[in-house]
């Protein structure tokens, strides 16, 4: 299976995936069309989801043919492949691990697990951001919130992701007063 990754319009995901879907049905093809989200949680401690990665939508396709190319290219809200529509090439490197990656929990990353230890550094125990070689770009730990810096994609991507502190660390408790 081949990965390849597509630029949509923002707030258009969840619908573009599933015109993509029904297109995809009436032809015969065998594509899975994937929209990864992210569960976080507000102020009042309620959780609720939204895109992982803003304005991408992924595929995983045996081949990538000329008909597959033009019902992706006949959707509506489409932009582009990544890197480009004229030299379309599956994800590789970094970019398949972190998806393939993801992919292990499904569409929808649920909350990590994690712990500040004694030099108050982040250590992820398991969940989504296990094992991501990423940078921590902030941590919120008012809303349970960690920024994650990746290079994927031939970019920098900044995106949040939840956690669910399982041994708070003694400031936790005195920045929540």
Do not use: W
Not at 107 to 129: H, R
């Amino acid at each position: 299976m081949e990965y390849y990754c597509l630029m949509v319009k923002t707030r258009k995901e969840e619908t573009f995936k599933k015109r993509l879907e029904k297109s995809f049905k009436i032809a015969g093809k065998d594509i899975e069309v994937i929209f990864f989200k992210k569960k976080l949680r507000n102020n009042k401690n309620v959780e609720y989801e939204e895109p992982l990665f803003k304005s991408y939508v992924f595929l995983a396709a045996k081949e990538m043919d000329l008909e597959t190319i033009n019902i992706v290219k006949r959707t509506e809200d489409f932009y582009k492949f990544l890197n480009n529509n004229r030299d379309i090439k599956p994800l590789k490197g970094t970019d398949l691990d972190y998806v393939s990656r993801l992919l292990n929990f499904g569409e929808t990353q649920g909350l990590s697990k994690i712990y500040f230890d004694e030099n108050m550094q982040i250590v992820v125990t398991e969940g989504p951001m296990a094992g991501f070689i990423g940078k921590i770009y902030k941590v919120n730990k008012r809303q349970r919130r960690v920024t994650v810096l990746l290079e994927m994609f031939h970019n920098q991507i900044k995106f949040d992701l939840g956690y669910e502190l399982i041994r708070p660390d003694p400031s936790y408790k005195k920045n929540q007063s």
